[in-house]
């Protein structure tokens, strides 16, 4: 693992879309994901997981949508983790962040085995 946004809450749900999950740009920066960057997005609210790619936000709008057939499985209103990979042969130090429940960055956490939020 190389970023993760810990404990955002989804701000809509949009069927209609072609796909992917859109993320406020300032968090993008702030854990370092790409634009199409493939990511993992899990839902504390009911288990679901799934993979989608990532879309830029609006930049300090909050934004956290889940797009097309993704919004089937994870809808506006969820609490969820995103995360972002990296195949290398070098150790990683993640970037973690915790979020408030408007999306907006709290602080930076490190991740260690048996730690909680």
């Keep these: 693992m190389r970023s993760k ?3 955002a809450t ?3 749900a949009n069927l209609a879309y072609v796909g992917s999950i859109t993320i406020d740009a300032d968090l993008l ?4 994901l790409w634009v199409g960057e493939k990511v993992l997005v899990v839902s ?3 288990g679901a997981r799934l993979d989608t790619y990532v879309i830029e936000g609006k930049r300090g709008s909050g934004a ?3 797009n097309g ?12 983790i995103v995360m972002g990979f990296e195949l290398t042969d070098k150790p990683v130090t993640p970037k973690v962040i915790l979020v408030d429940a408007n999306n907006a960055f ?3 956490l490190v991740e260690e085995a048996g730690a909680t939020a």
Excluded: F, P, W, Y
């Design 5 to 7: 946004i810990h404990n």
């Design 10 to 12: 989804v701000t809509e």
């Design 29 to 32: 920066d702030r854990v370092g």
């Design 44 to 46: 504390n609210t009911n």
């Design 64 to 66: 956290m949508c889940m």
């Design 69 to 80: 057939a993704a919004a089937h499985l994870i809808g506006k209103g969820h609490q969820i």
């Design 106 to 108: 709290v602080r930076s």
